[in-house]
């Protein structure tokens, strides 16, 4: 169960964002159906509080999300089937939760109103992968992509023989929630902020080192995801909060980063797929000359 590992340490690592320098990150479970990623999202957000409660739907208006947003601070987001978000909301969203606060608003009396601020990590979950939703729009996506970390969920084997281990896990983290997160951020309060701030560029520094992988510029919101992540994980597990180490659920996430480039360098253009765009938009306005010397 990698992918319900790495969503418990995004709950957990959503309490670091705010020194990160960025303020959001989404994360995209995708798989088929049965292979357990609402439960990875629901078993995220018992480490807080009840988690059906804290589960959000895909049926929002932008000010009930940013409300939401601002309610949470620095606690996670998860949101539930994301494949009905259409194409347009799927790239607002991205760009919502990385910029860190509400939209500017006046109150009565013509006062600009202090915005919801928030640094946090957000999960959804979708059958089929988020990119292919904004590469479908036709856009200049980049940006959006730098903000989206999707990872593929294959089924579990535990959860292919039947409905019986769903069943008994989703009961279990239904019925015992908010005891994990109270502890871990106790714990972090003792560190208090210089020494978290030491750590996190401890652990940038390390991550290399320990797993092989570098980062670009333009991959800063994957980078960010992952070493923080692999960070909380190792804290919970030695101050006895989880019981697992943190290592084969950080190599889960690792061997789907070459696959994330691709998808990324797929849809940059360069001048002659701008040509060839512009060509094939106007063919009906084109007339070909044909011309041979000395005829």
Not at 34 to 62: C, V
Not at 88 to 109: E, F
Not at 180 to 201: H, K, P, Y
């Amino acid at each position: 169960l990698y992918p319900h590992q790495f969503s418990i340490g995004l709950g957990l690592a959503s309490l670091l964002m705010q020194f990160t320098g960025l303020k959001g990150v989404t994360v995209s479970f995708y798989g088929p159906s049965g292979s357990g990623k609402s439960l990875a999202q629901l078993m995220q957000q018992s480490l807080w509080g009840d988690p059906e409660k804290l589960h959000f739907q895909s049926k929002f208006t932008a000010n009930s999300l940013f409300s939401r947003f601002g309610l949470y601070g620095n606690l996670p987001m998860t949101v539930d089937e994301a494949t009905q978000m259409t194409d347009k909301d799927v790239g607002d969203y991205l760009y919502w939760v990385s910029q860190g606060r509400d939209k500017a608003r006046l109150t009565r009396s013509a006062e600009e109103r202090a915005p919801k601020e928030w640094a946090l990590f957000s999960t959804l979950s979708t059958n089929r992968p988020i990119s292919g939703k904004l590469l479908s729009m036709g856009n200049e996506t980049d940006a959006q992509l730098a903000r989206l970390l999707e990872l593929k969920v294959d089924p579990s084997p535990l959860f292919a023989e039947g409905t019986g281990v769903g069943r008994k896990l989703h009961r279990l983290f239904t019925q015992n929630y908010g005891f994990a997160g109270r502890e871990f951020v106790e714990r972090l309060m003792e560190i208090g902020e210089q020494g978290i701030r030491a750590m996190l560029a401890n652990a940038f520094d390390e991550f290399y080192e320990k797993y092989g992988k570098r980062f670009t510029g333009v991959e800063r919101f994957w980078e960010v995801a992952l070493v923080t992540v692999a960070l909380a994980l190792e804290l919970a597990y030695e101050w006895g909060i989880i019981d697992f180490s943190p290592e084969d659920a950080i190599n889960w996430a690792l061997s789907q980063l070459d696959e994330m480039r691709e998808t990324v360098a797929d849809n940059q253009r360069d001048d002659f797929d701008l040509l060839a765009e512009y060509v094939n938009e106007h063919l009906n306005t084109i007339v070909l000359v044909y011309h041979e010397k000395g005829k």
